[in-house]
């Protein structure tokens, strides 16, 4: 069975930082690609950044670039996002989610698995 399990949110002023974790099981991240995709109230799911198990490229956002970072431990099984310079737009839920071999096309398209979220709020 396979579960994908986000901690790491929180509420943060402008400009802060926050690191995402997200821990999976039951399949391994040498096969497949991780990311984050975000969803706020009242507006479209949003890909935020994804890395490829094939060759490791990263893809990120146009609206996060620059400010934020993924990557991804293997051996752990555990992908991380790290948020810096936060914007009162990047508040809502993040979703960690794994997809076989290659990122979706948009990264936040549709993934194979994903987990419930974690809240991030920025605010002063």
């Known amino acids: 069975q396979v579960q994908v399990v986000e901690s790491g949110g929180g509420l943060v002023q402008p400009g802060g930082s926050l690191r995402l974790s997200c821990a999976v099981s039951g399949l391994s991240l040498d096969y497949y690609a991780i990311g984050w995709y975000r969803q706020a109230p009242g507006k479209d799911r949003e890909g935020v950044s994804c890395?490829?198990?094939?060759?490791?490229?990263?893809h990120y956002a146009d609206s996060v670039k620059d400010r934020f970072t993924i990557s991804r431990d293997v051996a752990k099984n555990t992908a991380y996002l790290q948020m810096d310079n936060l914007e009162p737009e990047d508040a809502a839920v993040y979703h960690c989610?794994?997809?076989?071999?290659?990122?979706?096309?948009?990264?936040?398209?549709?993934?194979?698995?994903w987990g419930q979220g974690t809240q991030v709020t920025v605010s002063s």
């Open positions: 989610a794994v997809n076989r071999n290659l990122c979706p096309d948009p990264i936040g398209g549709l993934y194979d698995y």
């Open positions: 890395i490829d198990s094939l060759h490791g490229s990263h």
